[in-house]
């Protein structure tokens, strides 16, 4: 079984920082990555599919790359709005629509 | 605008049976895949089940398969979970979504109902 592992768990970064998320994949998922943020006692809302494009309506401050087992969530320059955790999720194989464990952006 | 409300979730004994609702609008609902996710209290996500867009295949993960059934009624836009011999692990809020692509299965998820919270304890 697919298995998605997100670095770091936790991160403690400062308003106008440019903060990296790095999602693993145990193996290939080509560019079948998606990206979602989810604040406290809110559902999730999708930032990023297909690895590297940007949902309509999400600041272009958020950017995805990667593909294969190695991809990357940037915040260019953080906004008090974007402290909240940031799940990775994967489109390609079983078990089907698997989460990474989350990274928790917190405020310095 | 797209709105998925979701309802029927509440405490119910191990071994018990729940049915969850979400009702869609603001999109054609008979077009896409349609989804449940469950938060465990504090934790993470985890994909429950999905059924296609015209509900002639679902998928389930290994912790509902045999006893959760995923169904839609596209002539009331409207998803249901039916949750059998339920178990104190299966707590947390399901969350109903939608799929991102028009016709497709293996696509992100562009829009989430708030979640109805499900405790199993006796």
């Known amino acids: 079984d697919i298995q998605l592992t997100q670095s770091p768990s936790f991160l403690s970064a400062s308003v106008g920082d440019r903060v990296t998320i790095t999602c693993r994949a145990s193996?290939?998922?080509?560019?079948?990555l998606a990206w979602y943020q989810q604040k406290p006692a809110k559902a999730p809302k999708l930032l990023i599919y297909a690895a590297s494009t940007l949902q309509s309506g999400v600041p272009s401050r958020f950017s995805g790359s990667g593909s294969g087992t190695d991809f990357t969530l940037t915040i260019s320059s953080l906004q008090p709005e974007d402290f909240a955790t940031y799940y990775c999720?994967?489109?390609?194989?079983?078990?089907?629509?698997?989460f990474g464990p989350g990274t928790k952006v917190d405020i310095k | 605008q797209v709105q998925l409300v979701e309802s029927g979730g509440g405490v119910v004994q191990p071994g018990k049976s729940l049915r969850l609702s979400c009702a869609a609008s603001g999109f054609n609902f008979s077009n896409y895949g349609m989804h449940w996710v469950r938060q465990t209290p504090g934790k993470g996500l985890d994909w429950v089940a999905v059924?296609?867009?015209?509900?002639?295949?679902?998928y389930y993960a290994d912790s509902a398969k045999g006893r959760f059934i995923i169904s839609r009624d596209n002539s009331k836009n409207t998803l249901f979970l039916q949750m059998n011999s339920l178990r104190p692990e299966d707590t947390g809020v399901y969350y109903c979504?939608?799929?991102?692509?028009?016709?497709?299965?293996?696509?992100?998820?562009?829009?989430w109902g708030q979640g109805t919270l499900v405790t199993v304890s006796s």
């Open positions: 193996q290939g998922i080509s560019s079948s």
């Open positions: 979504a939608k799929g991102l692509t028009n016709l497709a299965l293996m696509c992100a998820f562009d829009y």
């Open positions: 059924i296609l867009y015209d509900g002639t295949n679902n």
């Open positions: 999720q994967q489109l390609n194989t079983y078990p089907l629509f698997t």
